[in-house]
T-cell receptor, first 113, second 118 residues
Framework: LAKTTQPVSMDSYEGQEVNITCSHNNIATNDYITWYQQFPSQGPRFIIQGYKTKVTNEVASLFIPADRKSSTLSLPRVSLSDTAVYYCLVEAFGSGNTGKLIFGQGTTLQVKP | GAVVSQHPSRVICKSGTSVKIECRSLDFQATTMFWYRQFPKQSLMLMATSNEGSKATYEQGVEKDKFLINHASLTLSTLTVTSAHPEDSSFYIC??????????????FGDGTRLSIL
């Protein structure tokens, strides 16, 4: 059961790069790391997913060190519209897997002008 | 991209009423669907996991007779809050995952249902 720990909140300014780190010390071999973004009164939105090393897509990068006990979501050049809550989720893969899904408390990112 | 539609977006009703919330995957087949509950300024709490054609698996502390889940097809799951009371007021969110490989496929979330019981 991989529990995640994130900073409660972060502040940034428009145009800056933001890095949010998530700790998951007891991550298991079968676990993937997924990051979601949630705006008020909406469901979360998928940002990026990875297993190890680095993953990049059109909106973010995900850095995962070799021991996989943490991961860092990197948002390049944030804008005001990136103000949201960001969750990291550790999920086990494989059919028939019965691992639990537990969202951590999330990180509230406030982007200022 | 994968789209999940949740309906209704908001419900206001009297205590004792039963409320049904629908969750549909519009452009993919959802082998597994999840139902979450979220209180203000708190994280999502998983209530139950449903697989098409089988009974839902409820998390500890969630009353299955209170929160009835039906996953009758690969594109539709419903959550019925039976005899709702004010303490059931919350933001309910569904998600769906395509395929059986859990971790490789991210969850796709609906936009939630705000339930207010008077």
């Amino acid at each position: 059961l991989a529990k995640t720990t994130q900073p409660v909140s972060m502040d940034s300014y428009e145009g800056q790069e933001v890095n949010i780190t998530c700790s998951h010390n007891n991550i298991a071999t079968n676990d993937y790391i997924t990051w979601y973004q949630q705006f008020p009164s909406q469901g979360p939105r998928f940002i990026i997913q990875g297993y190890k090393t680095k993953v990049t897509n059109e909106v973010a990068s995900l850095f995962i060190p070799a021991d996989r006990k943490s991961s860092t979501l990197s948002l390049p050049r944030v804008s005001l519209s990136d103000t949201a809550v960001y969750y990291c989720l550790v999920e086990a893969f494989g059919s028939g897997n019965t691992g639990k899904l537990i969202f951590g408390q999330g990180t509230t990112l406030q982007v200022k002008p | 991209g994968a789209v999940v539609s949740q309906h209704p977006s908001r419900v206001i009703c009297k205590s004792g009423t039963s409320v049904k919330i629908e969750c549909r995957s519009l452009d993919f087949q959802a082998t597994t669907m999840f139902w979450y509950r979220q209180f203000p300024k708190q994280s999502l709490m998983l209530m139950a996991t449903s697989n098409e054609g089988s009974k839902a698996t409820y998390e500890q502390g969630v009353e299955k007779d209170k929160f009835l889940i039906n996953h009758a097809s690969l594109t539709l799951s419903t959550l019925t809050v039976t005899s709702a009371h004010p303490e059931d007021s919350s933001f309910y969110i569904c998600s769906a995952r395509e395929g059986k490989d859990r971790g490789r496929q991210p969850q796709h979330f609906g936009d939630g249902t705000r339930l207010s019981i008077l």
